[in-house]
């Protein structure tokens, strides 16, 4: 009798050659997308973004394992990724100092494995602060991390001799012994030690997840009493969370520090803190590559749309609460809801469907734009005028408006419409 | 004495500009839940608008049109925004109300331009008022507390002697039940938030010119008015306005106080040659809301005197 159960589970479960392509095959097209990079021959300016996108998908999936697993939303998690970053700043400057003075542990301690003391920087400080912070989910562990940051980031400015002050604490990657044959001093060499703890980030918040305390944190932000019921403590859970999201910001936190050989108070503030949700977010927190995407976007925006506009953060902000409001999903909800809805049935239907809304879209967009960047040229008062395609758009011209409102009203109408159609089919 | 006096003037009038500030988020926090970051924003907003408005004609006409404009803005928000992610729940809605702030942010900075502009008092109120222990005590000031004062007793008029007050106290704590009865909730959310976000306005009309108009005054206000809806307690106004009143109080007088931790812990030993002993008591004010946040959540999670824990 017992067979016949243990066999119905058996069936019920993902096969051997399912696990595989669900849970081995994208870890190692990651691995495979990371390490075909360079092959490329990219330049400075690509290999220094993908650094910073290797930071920040890590610090994303650390803040996903709070937001998206744990359903708690800080805003203060920049705290962790600092202080790992300044614990690995620190060690950074041991291992100098040994390595030209008397020797010792940190003489023989590589720079490639800082993000290890990052990891531990962020885990102590997540253990430390969590304490207090984990007793409730929800509102009360929003305002709490958020006074936290503010304590921290305001103390940061205040010690001098641990965070440097103004300008920061600034290191030399080059010292210490060498791993792999990697000096870390040109830019390619730190993308290899960033691709290999960007790997290693992921890999390891992968694991989190499927660890019995990955799925107790899950189960904790669906049903805290549930959880109870069943003999766990939902504050525990939450705290040992608390601990091991902070530690994999610091081990972003280590990463950074490596890559910038720099860390200033401002990277505890606020600011990155709302970065890391923006990323999270917008990437799609219920997915578990959402992030990924998130922080991939966000980075590239940040480092290539602001040279391009100044109004970067708007468009940021629109993108942001275009997410919030229409695709809780987040770009990862989308990528799947197309993926799934243009197989199987009705596959031609979704896909008239999408396309009318995409269209809709774009009219809008093109709406916005043009109004956007006209704004941010006729604000500036350096006279320059917004001149796409070699149209000429001064802030006064008919044709500004024309181009403005025509789109936008008849992406607006098309949109409804398509509204109309879905609901008068349902 | 002097700094006693000139401390307790400043520090209740900040608390009331506080309070003026957080009065509206504590109603349409109590009322709906949300814990608008945007809030800040409508202050700045308000600023704003009043520095716009008095350019053109004058700051009288600002005073009034400029919170009603804001106010007009967040029934707008509260209609097409924020009902829509209502469904989504909570979270879905503070981070609605956080990338709003970033979206006024950018919009404010690309309309009146990065820097502060010149939004001044107007030269009606620009005199001495009086003389105390020999320095010069600006009659706005006064002015600012009397316009506090007023709104304060307006809303306390309104809200307990007014029927519609009375709906509101109800749906405060039975949105429910108060639906049930037959009226209409949504108005009823989208006027207070309208209403909420007014009074935010009217704070920056009169705060604008009495601290600074710049793109980052939201920024810099944004997490203390959360301080003080928190520490005031879930659906008390009351609370609130102590909690207002203690702020600018604590900031004000921490800020008047010249001692280092050396002074203070000097019997430990501490002395002021150390990285702690140097640190100045004045250095500590902008960290005071904040340090009473994480005590008030840690120790009494409904605050001052909420009627329930957030």
């Not at chain 1, 919030?324 to 049935?345: D, K, Q, S, T, Y």
């Amino acid at each position: 009798m017992t067979n016949v159960a243990v066999n119905s589970v058996n069936v019920l479960g993902p096969s051997g050659s399912q696990k595989f392509m669900r849970r081995i095959v994208p870890l190692i097209a990651l691995a495979v997308v990371l390490a075909v990079i360079p092959f490329f021959g990219p330049s400075r300016t690509v290999y220094s973004l993908m650094s910073a996108m290797g930071v920040n998908i890590v610090f994303a999936m650390s803040y996903n394992m709070l937001l998206g697993r744990a359903g708690l939303l800080s805003f203060g998690h920049a705290v962790y990724f600092g202080l790992g970053g300044y614990a690995a700043v620190h060690a950074m400057g041991a291992i100098e100092a040994a390595s030209y003075g008397e020797g010792g542990f940190w003489a023989s301690y590589p720079v490639f494995f800082l993000p290890v003391i990052g990891f531990a920087g962020g885990a102590l400080a997540g253990a430390i602060i969590g304490w207090p912070s984990c007793r409730r989910a929800g509102t009360p562990f929003a305002m709490i991390s958020l006074g936290v940051a503010e304590l921290i980031a305001a103390a940061g400015f205040m010690f001098g001799s641990i965070f440097g002050g103004e300008e920061g604490i600034s290191g030399d990657r080059m010292n210490g012994p060498e791993l792999f044959g990697l000096s870390l001093g040109p830019i390619d060499e730190v993308y290899w030690f960033i691709a290999f703890w960007t790997f290693i980030g992921v890999l390891g918040t992968y694991a989190f997840t499927r660890t019995p305390l990955g799925k107790m944190s899950e189960a904790t932000r669906d049903n805290p009493e549930r959880v109870e019921f069943v003999g766990y403590d939902p504050q525990k859970v939450r705290y040992l969370v608390f601990i091991f999201s902070g530690g994999f910001a610091g081990l972003a936190g280590g990463m950074a520090a490596v890559n910038y050989e720099i860390f200033t108070p401002e990277a505890l503030s606020l600011v990155p803190s709302g970065m890391v949700l923006l990323m999270a977010y917008i990437g799609g927190i219920r997915y578990f590559a959402g992030p990924i995407m998130g922080a991939v976007l966000l980075t590239y925006m940040q480092s290539m749309m602001s040279d391009y506009s100044e109004a970067w953060l708007l468009y940021l902000g629109l993108l942001f609460i275009a997410i919030v409001m229409f695709a809780p999903g987040g770009l990862a909800g989308i990528v799947v809801g197309l993926f799934n809805g243009l197989r199987g049935e009705g596959a031609g239907e979704n896909f008239r469907r999408w396309s009318v809304q995409i269209a809709g879209i774009v009219l809008i967009m093109i709406g916005l734009i043009t109004l956007v960047e006209v704004s941010v040229h006729w604000s500036n008062n350096y006279g320059e005028v917004f001149e796409p395609f070699g149209m000429h758009l001064p802030h006064d011209g008919v044709l500004t408006w024309a181009v403005i409102f025509i789109p936008f009203v008849a992406g607006v109408g098309i949109l409804r419409m398509a509204h109309k159609n879905k609901e008068g089919q349902a | 004495m002097e700094t006693i006096v000139f401390s307790l003037l400043n520090g209740v009038i900040y608390g009331l500009l506080l309070f003026m500030l957080s009065s509206g988020l504590t109603l349409i926090f109590s009322m709906m839940g949300v814990l608008n970051f945007a809030h800040a924003s409508f202050y700045m907003l308000g600023a704003y608008f009043a520095y716009t408005i008095s350019e053109a004609s004058s700051f009288w006409l600002a005073l009034v049109f400029a919170p009603i404009l804001v106010g007009l803005v967040g029934a707008l928000v509260e209609k097409y925004g924020l009902r829509t992610v209502h469904v989504n729940g909570h979270v879905a809605e503070l981070l609605f109300t956080f990338g709003l702030a970033y979206l006024i942010d950018e919009v404010v900075k690309i309309v009146w331009g990065r820097n502060a502009v010149d939004y001044r008092v107007p030269e009606l109120l620009d005199f001495p008022l009086f003389e105390l222990f020999g320095a010069q005590y600006p009659a706005y000031r006064i002015f600012t507390l009397f316009v506090a004062l007023a709104m304060l007793a307006a809303l306390w008029f309104i809200l307990n002697r007014t029927r519609a007050g009375l709906i509101i106290q109800a749906a405060l704590s039975h949105p429910h039940m108060v639906g049930h009865l037959g009226h209409n909730v949504p108005r009823i959310f989208m006027t207070v938030f309208g209403v909420g976000c007014a009074l935010a306005g009217l704070a920056g009309v009169i705060g604008g010119n009495y601290l600074v108009t710049d793109p980052a005054m939201a920024v810099q206000m944004g997490p203390i008015v959360f301080v003080v809806v928190v520490v005031g307690g879930l659906g008390s106004l009351m609370g609130a306005f102590l909690a207002a009143m203690l702020l600018g109080l604590l900031q004000t007088f921490a800020v008047a106080i010249d001692a280092r931790f050396a002074d203070i812990f000097g019997w430990l030993g501490l002395s002021e040659a150390t990285e702690l002993g140097s640190i100045t008591i004045a250095s500590l004010a902008p960290m005071i809301p904040f340090l009473m946040l994480v005590l008030i959540l840690m120790v009494r999670p409904r605050g001052l005197l909420g009627d329930r824990e957030l």
